[in-house]
């Protein structure tokens, strides 16, 4: 199954988090472009984070965040073969 669009735009939202702190979370602004604030409600809905509007992770969401930013890592790297 490939990513959806909106997979694709709760992947974005989840690599903002900074996951040096737990302390730190986000807040996704009223006059965010939509899909940002759509995807940030759906991270919310599934459980991933605190507010409908960003706030912190919860221990799923960490979890998410941390494996979509390596994700991110892995495919960012140039190949070597």
Known sequence: MP???EMLQELNVLNMFDLEST???IKVH?????????????????GLVTQKDGGYLTPLGRDAAESTQLLLTILG?????
């Open 77 to 81: 790297t140039e190949s070597r073969l």
């Open 3 to 5: 990513f959806s669009d």
């Open 23 to 25: 302390q730190q979370g």
């Open 30 to 46: 009223s006059d965010a472009r939509d899909e940002m604030i759509l995807a940030t409600e759906r991270l919310f809905d599934k």
